[in-house]
């Protein structure tokens, strides 16, 4: 398969990653990059004008990003799967927020706030936390409680309060600075919030529910659709960390006193650390592409196909991570100099590990 991403892009990226970091969000020149070629649109269908791309395309799209740059790999990955959303907008609505040419969702998958029933709409009280992409979003999703007129909680079919999802503009939400973590620093991943926000009837969606568009793709389980994409940037991230350790590693100024047989000791260190994410690289792109054929040929993926997928994701996070760890020690105090691109990438590929999602293998 070729590169998706070509040198240009590429050379582009990495002149451009360190003033992103400084300015603690996407650079501009990025940022154009990224809407020329419609990577926060990736999972937009071709009726709103998305690129029609598929899970199997983009997630290797993303691992390449995510290589190229952690922060822009994070910020695409996470404003891009939000987008993923437009199969269950509204159709007027989605054809209304996709006509920009720079649209990007952000969001937050927890339920921070509260939505009033009312004859006009909603009321929206909420706060939510780690929005990717915060300061160049467009959209913001919310997970809300419903509640009635009265301010009590409405209630689902098992007895538990009903949450909904919401469609925030820009201009309606307050961005609250709190992107204060060592890593990612370029995602911008600030917080908002909304205070007694009216919003229209259409403006809410439930996903896996009632797919609003005739394509492909949109019944893929949630959450294995979120573990993959994070997956696949720990992997970017980690081949990007391992090219670099060999290079940093070479370059040492006490590189003259190792002994031939402490330099082979650390080449076998790195090419196991190689060998092995390539490996889990491949059962997990095995793993993803039989689920993704299963769904297209059966219109369902079985729970044992779901957590096979799910298993290997966070088996190959934990091993990007624990590569990372193992390979920091041989190279030297740049690797420890905070303003270095070996150091920037360690601290995105240790802040990504704290995902919620990617705790636990089992």
Same mark, same amino acid.
């Given at each position: 398969?070729?590169?998706?991403?070509?040198?240009?892009?590429?050379?582009?990226? /990495?002149?451009? /990653?360190?003033?992103?970091?400084?300015?603690?969000?996407?650079?501009?020149?990025?940022?154009?990059? @990224? #809407?020329?070629?419609?990577?926060?649109?990736?999972?937009?269908?071709?009726?709103?004008?998305?690129?029609?791309?598929?899970?199997?395309?983009?997630?290797?799209?993303?691992?390449?990003? +995510?290589?190229?740059?952690?922060?822009?790999?994070?910020?695409?990955?996470?404003? %891009?799967?939000?987008?993923?959303?437009?199969?269950?907008?509204?159709?007027?609505?989605?054809?209304?927020?996709?006509?920009?040419? $720079? !649209?990007?969702? %952000?969001? /937050?998958?927890?339920?921070?706030?509260? @939505?009033?029933?009312?004859?006009?709409?909603?009321?929206?009280?909420?706060?939510?936390?780690?929005?990717?992409?915060?300061?160049? %979003? $467009?959209?913001?999703?919310?997970?809300?409680?419903?509640?009635?007129?009265?301010?009590?909680? !409405? =209630?689902?079919?098992?007895?538990?309060?009903?949450?909904?999802?919401?469609?925030?503009?820009?201009?309606?939400?307050?961005?609250?600075?709190?992107?204060? #973590?060592?890593?990612?620093?370029?995602?911008?991943?600030? +917080?908002?919030?909304?205070?007694?926000?009216? !919003?229209?009837?259409?403006?809410?969606?439930?996903?896996?529910?009632? &797919?609003?568009?005739?394509?492909?793709?949109?019944?893929?389980?949630?959450?294995?659709?979120?573990?993959?994409?994070?997956? !696949?940037?720990?992997?970017? =991230?980690?081949?990007?960390?391992?090219?670099?350790?060999?290079?940093?590693?070479?370059?040492?100024?006490?590189?003259?006193?190792?002994?031939?047989?402490?330099?082979?000791?650390?080449?076998?260190?790195?090419?196991?650390?190689?060998?092995? &994410?390539?490996?889990?690289?491949?059962?997990?792109?095995?793993?993803?592409?039989?689920?993704?054929?299963?769904?297209?040929?059966?219109?369902?993926?079985?729970?044992?196909?779901?957590?096979?997928?799910?298993? &290997?994701?966070?088996?190959? @996070?934990?091993?990007?991570?624990?590569? %990372?760890?193992?390979?920091?020690?041989?190279?030297?105090?740049? @690797?420890?100099?905070?303003?270095?691109?070996?150091?920037?990438?360690?601290?995105?590929?240790?802040?990504? /590990?704290?995902?919620?999602?990617?705790?636990? &293998?089992?």
């Amino acid at each position: 398969m070729q590169n998706i991403l070509t040198q240009t892009w590429q050379e582009k990226v /990495s002149a451009f /990653s360190a003033l992103s970091e400084k300015m603690g969000e996407l650079h501009p020149e990025i940022l154009e990059l @990224a #809407y020329d070629e419609n990577w926060f649109k990736l999972f937009v269908p071709e009726i709103y004008g998305g690129p029609g791309k598929k899970l199997p395309e983009i997630l290797r799209l993303e691992e390449e990003l +995510a290589k190229a740059d952690g922060s822009l790999g994070w910020t695409v990955t996470l404003c %891009a799967g939000a987008a993923w959303f437009a199969g269950f907008l509204n159709p007027e609505l989605a054809k209304e927020i996709f006509a920009e040419r $720079t !649209v990007c969702f %952000a969001g /937050s998958g927890a339920v921070g706030g509260t @939505a009033r029933n009312t004859s006009d709409g909603y009321v929206i009280n909420g706060h939510w936390k780690y929005a990717s992409g915060a300061l160049h %979003a $467009t959209i913001f999703t919310a997970n809300c409680i419903l509640q009635n007129n009265d301010g009590t909680d !409405v =209630m689902d079919e098992l007895g538990n309060p009903k949450v909904l999802s919401f469609i925030l503009k820009k201009d309606e939400v307050k961005i609250l600075s709190g992107w204060s #973590y060592f890593g990612l620093i370029a995602t911008g991943s600030h +917080a908002f919030e909304v205070s007694n926000l009216v !919003v229209a009837k259409n403006r809410t969606f439930e996903i896996n529910n009632t &797919i609003q568009v005739a394509d492909s793709g949109f019944d893929y389980p949630f959450l294995q659709l979120a573990e993959t994409t994070l997956a !696949v940037n720990s992997l970017g =991230m980690a081949n990007h960390f391992l090219k670099l350790t060999e290079e940093s590693f070479y370059k040492r100024s006490g590189l003259k006193r190792y002994t031939n047989k402490q330099i082979e000791f650390f080449n076998y260190e790195l090419n196991e650390c190689k060998n092995n &994410i390539q490996q889990l690289r491949n059962s997990f792109y095995k793993a993803f592409d039989e689920s993704w054929d299963e769904l297209i040929s059966k219109g369902k993926i079985d729970e044992e196909t779901c957590s096979a997928v799910s298993l &290997i994701s966070r088996k190959l @996070a934990h091993a990007c991570r624990q590569s %990372a760890d193992t390979l920091f020690p041989y190279c030297g105090l740049e @690797a420890a100099k905070k303003e270095s691109e070996i150091n920037r990438v360690w601290r995105d590929i240790h802040t990504a /590990s704290q995902h919620a999602l990617l705790t636990f &293998i089992e």
